[in-house]
């Protein structure tokens, strides 16, 4: 059974930075896409970011481009969500996903969920 545990969320400026981390136990970590959602309060989750097993492709929602930076680290079982100029808009739970394939970049339901971290950004 796969484990996801983000980190990173907190309390941020509009126009700020965050990172945000997912460490993955329990599966073979290089050959599961990962992505990135979020879910804002009353509204329903959805997709951010999402990259392939080997890193290679990445895919990112319209209000993420230009703005957030997926990445992942193999070695560490890692994946990252680096999120630049921050907005209101942006706030929301954030929450880890990863497939049981290699290649997902966020147009199939992923097949496990982490737990979630809060980013709040403030105006």
């Known amino acids: 059974q796969v484990q996801l545990v983000e980190s990173g969320g907190g309390l941020v400026q509009a126009g700020g930075s965050l990172r945000l ?11 599961s896409a990962m992505g ?17 097993g080997n890193g ?5 929602a319209a209000s993420a ?21 921050l907005t209101p808009e ?4 954030y929450y880890c996903a990863a497939d ?7 147009y199939r339901p992923y097949d496990y969920w982490g737990q979630g971290t809060q980013v709040t950004v403030s105006s």
């Open 36 to 52: 990135w959602f979020r879910q804002a309060p009353g509204k329903e989750r959805e997709f951010v970011a999402a990259v392939t």
């Open 100 to 106: 049981r394939t290699y290649y997902n970049l966020g």
């Open 65 to 85: 481009k230009g703005r957030f930076t997926i990445s992942r680290d193999n070695a560490r079982n890692t994946v990252y969500l680096q999120m630049n100029s």
């Open 21 to 31: 981390s997912c460490a993955a136990s329990g599966g073979t970590f290089s050959t």
């Open 90 to 93: 942006d706030t929301a739970v």
């Open 56 to 60: 290679r492709y990445t895919n990112y």
